[in-house]
């Protein structure tokens, strides 16, 4: 089993959507929960994806809790059709059944007559959740959100529709967040391919190993473009000292820095 640093806010992302694992979406929500995640102070460790079945969200979301994050995220499967499994999902993960929720039921109906739209049986649906969990209200769609506890582990399932997901998790899960501040900047290096920049970023690592270094290659009108992503928990002051040796390095192999940007 992973052991948590003490300084870490470890965060699982679950994505749950067969409409992801055939690639028919991009896995947009994920990426931006890891960016906000991240920003805050938190650590993501791993994001999963399974389809919408009921017994595969519990499995996902049982091995994440075995891992001891400090935080689950889902997003996906809340919404009216049949194939929205997560709340059924997280009622058996805690041995708890579905329940009405009256206060988002009324908001449900509201809505639905204000738009002249029918208050069926499938728009109630998003009514019901696990017995005694936490709701965060939906301003913009019907879904709501739910936080629920596991082995004391907070899961947070939050809808898919981005817009929804978005504003939930500023409102009620990014409060929850606290870690180490979050330090970056970026280079972007031209004439020098990835192989040879290797070594530098070795080089660097291993006499600031406060900072991790990523290369993305790329080609643009036939050069080779390389994007450095420098990045820190410690503090500014040592991604700095990090831009500036890869500077000089890089400056000594002839390759050229197009500009630096400060995150």
Request: aromatic letters at 4%.
């Amino acid at each position: 089993m992973e052991k948590n640093d003490k300084k870490d806010f470890v965060v699982e992302i679950i994505s749950i959507g067969e409409e992801l694992l055939i690639g028919k979406i991009v896995n947009t929500n994920a990426t931006w929960l890891a960016s906000r995640v991240t920003k805050l102070g938190g650590k993501v460790r791993r994001i999963t994806v399974v389809g919408d079945d009921v017994y595969e969200i519990i499995s996902a979301i049982n091995e994440a809790i075995k891992r001891k994050p400090n935080l689950i995220i889902t997003t996906g499967g809340l919404g009216p059709t049949f194939d929205d499994k997560t709340m059924e999902a997280l009622a058996k993960l805690i041995n708890k059944p579905l329940k009405i929720n009256h206060e988002i039921a009324n908001i449900i109906r509201e809505r639905c007559l204000r738009k002249n739209l029918p208050v069926n049986e499938k728009r109630l649906k998003m009514a019901y959740v696990p017995e005694g969990s936490k709701v965060i209200l939906n301003r913009i769609g019907l879904a709501p959100g739910v936080i629920i506890t596991k082995n004391n582990v907070k899961i947070v399932a939050l809808p898919g529709v981005p817009d929804e997901m978005k504003d939930l998790f500023n409102r009620g899960i990014a409060p929850l967040i606290c870690g180490e501040k979050f330090f970056e900047e970026e280079l972007i290096v031209e004439d020098i391919y990835e192989a040879d920049i290797a070594s530098i970023i070795d080089e660097v690592m291993n006499k600031i190993p406060e900072v991790y270094i990523k290369s993305h290659p790329k080609i643009e009108d036939d050069k080779v473009v390389l994007k450095l992503h420098i990045y820190s928990r410690r503090s500014h002051e040592v991604v700095k000292n990090a831009v500036k040796m890869i500077i000089e390095k890089i400056c000594l192999t002839k390759g050229k820095i197009r500009h630096c940007l400060a995150g």
